[in-house]
């Protein structure tokens, strides 16, 4: 059956230093108090090192939160799957709506993220999820539909099982605001039809679908408790080790 999954995504927030203080801390509530799901920290690349000796890797795995479309040469700038495989980290953020709206990410060039991330063994966790004005105009079935639809569905049914969902409504990150319980399930129920008619019903069921937007302590609960709702990737919330550990505590 599918994993319960809480993933952290720090963003572009501490220094080392306070990564590797995060990173232990959250270690060492969560060596106290035994999670129920899986947990994943996404911290910047130059964290990745440090922060995955600063963790029980049992207890919490490490996220990048990008990498190249390129497997490696002259892209000043750029950090390749590979590299990021080679620093412990075993799963990548990909196609997060910062990344989408700040630096243009498209889903062909998703495709190719997600082709290199699963040719050097990270599991993606790919991001999905519509814009206040695509929701407005009920066409976030659409969107998300064509999102996987463009970067994913060429992959096979066992290459897709290794991808992990994460659907970010982009009006409920960093907004306080949440979607419902409600339209949360609908959605993912909706994400997982689209699996099942693709890539077949087993497949579709192991496929753990994360909520992100807003999600803290006080909503973990009613969010995760829908059969749909297989956890969350939590921005703001990540940034304090008790904080996080309330959402993981809603397991
Ligand atoms: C995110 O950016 O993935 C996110 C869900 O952010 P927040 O929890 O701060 O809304």
């Given at each position: ?96 709506s910062e990344?989408?709206a ?27 999820g519509e814009v206040l004005?695509?929701r ?32 970010e409504p982009v009006w409920a990150i960093g907004t306080g605001k949440t979607a419902s ?31 992100g937007g807003s999600c803290k302590?006080?909503n ?14 939590i921005g703001g919330a ?14």
């Open positions: 059956m599918r994993q319960n999954i809480v993933a952290g995504n720090w963003k572009m927030n501490n220094t080392l230093e306070e990564g590797i203080k995060l990173a232990k801390e959250v270690s060492a509530i969560l060596t106290a108090n035994k999670p129920n799901c899986k947990v994943v920290l996404g911290a910047p690349f130059i964290h990745l090192t440090e922060v995955v000796k600063a963790v029980d890797s049992s207890l919490v795995g490490i996220a990048a939160q990008n990498c190249a479309n390129k497997e490696s040469g002259a892209y000043t700038g750029e950090i390749s799957a590979s590299m990021v495989k080679s620093t412990g980290a075993t799963y990548v953020i990909l196609g997060h990344r989408r700040y630096y243009g990410e498209t889903n062909a060039l998703l495709k190719e993220k997600t082709d290199l991330a699963l040719a050097n063994g990270l599991t993606p966790i790919f991001c999905i004005e695509e407005e105009a009920n066409k976030h079935f659409e969107v998300v539909k064509n999102q996987i639809e463009e970067a994913l569905f060429h992959l096979s049914a066992d290459a897709f099982s290794k991808i992990v969902l994460a659907y319980p409600e339209q949360a399930q609908e959605i993912h129920a909706y994400i997982r039809k689209v699996v099942a008619d693709k890539f077949g019903a087993s497949v579709a069921d192991n496929t753990s679908i994360l909520y302590a006080s973990a609960k009613e969010l995760f408790a829908n059969p749909d709702v297989d956890g969350g990737l990540s940034l304090n080790a008790e904080d996080f550990y309330g959402i993981i505590a809603a397991f």
